[in-house]
T-cell receptor, first 115, second 112 residues
Framework: KAGVTQTPRYLIKTRGQQVTLSCSPISGHRSVSWYQQTPGQGLQFLFEYFSETQRNKGNFPGRFSGRQFSNSRSEMNVSTLELGDSALYLC??????????????FGNGTRLTVT | AQSVTQLGSHVSVSEGALVLLRCNYSSSVPPYLFWYVQYPNQGLQLLLK??????LVKGINGFEAEFKKSETSFHLTKPSAHMSDAAEYFCAVSDAGNQFYFGTGTSLTVIP
């Protein structure tokens, strides 16, 4: 099975712009989660989608949004970019319908740099 | 909400020495526990997991971890460190709330 695929791998944007990141989960996985990873903060949970519905959301401003499509692929969008949004954005998928006893499977991330 | 504490943000060991990475969690219900490894410019890779059953869990690359409910701990060990073990290690816990909670990570350096 193919793993979790994230595109693009690297992005450079300017403050004030918006960006869209894409994630294709492992085939058959219906849950997709997004995390922001920075050296000072570790992994911060953004949101989780299951069957096109946002099931959980972390403590991020409304500039961060996401969606999931019927084929389980997911996108996240960040509007009005700030310098502090520079980070590695990780997508993870899981098959679970209820609870998280199955592990998360991570993609290699998208490295976003805001200048 | 759950919380995960990894003691020691940086650990250095000599090649061939024991690796011990500590993880403690807070949970009011039996948790699901995981260890992940991250190499530079890559995502996180699952090392091992505890869900139910035997409390000593064996994972990939010779790593193992023991779930100790009384101590709320899930420490990661490897008898003999290899240079290729140098990486960032994350402990994580999940519960039926459909969310994972990650520790802040431990960077492992292996000294030749």
């Amino acid at each position: 099975k193919a793993g979790v695929t994230q595109t693009p791998r690297y992005l450079i944007k300017t403050r004030g712009q918006q960006v869209t990141l894409s994630c294709s989960p492992i085939s058959g996985h219906r849950s997709v989660s997004w995390y922001q990873q920075t050296p000072g903060q570790g992994l911060q949970f953004l949101f989780e989608y299951f069957s096109e519905t946002q099931r959980n959301k972390g403590n991020f401003p409304g500039r961060f949004s996401g969606r999931q499509f019927s084929n389980s692929r997911s996108e996240m969008n960040v509007s009005t970019l700030e310098l502090g949004d520079s980070a590695l954005y990780l997508c993870a998928s899981s098959p679970d319908g209820t609870g998280f006893s199955s592990p998360l499977h991570f993609g290699n991330g998208t490295r976003l740099t805001v200048t | 909400a759950q919380s995960v504490t990894q003691l020691g943000s940086h650990v250095s060991v000599s090649e061939g020495a024991l690796v011990l990475l500590r993880c403690n969690y807070s949970s009011s219900v039996p948790p699901y526990l995981f260890w992940y490894v991250q190499y530079p410019n890559q995502g996180l890779q699952l090392l091992l997991k505890y869900t139910t059953g035997a409390t000593l869990v064996k994972g990939i690359n010779g790593f193992e971890a023991e779930f100790k409910k009384s101590e709320t701990s899930f420490h990661l060990t490897k008898p003999s460190a290899h240079m290729s073990d140098a990486a960032e290690y994350f402990c994580a816990v999940s519960d039926a709330g459909n969310q994972f909670y990650f520790g802040t990570g431990t960077s492992l350096t292996v000294i030749p």
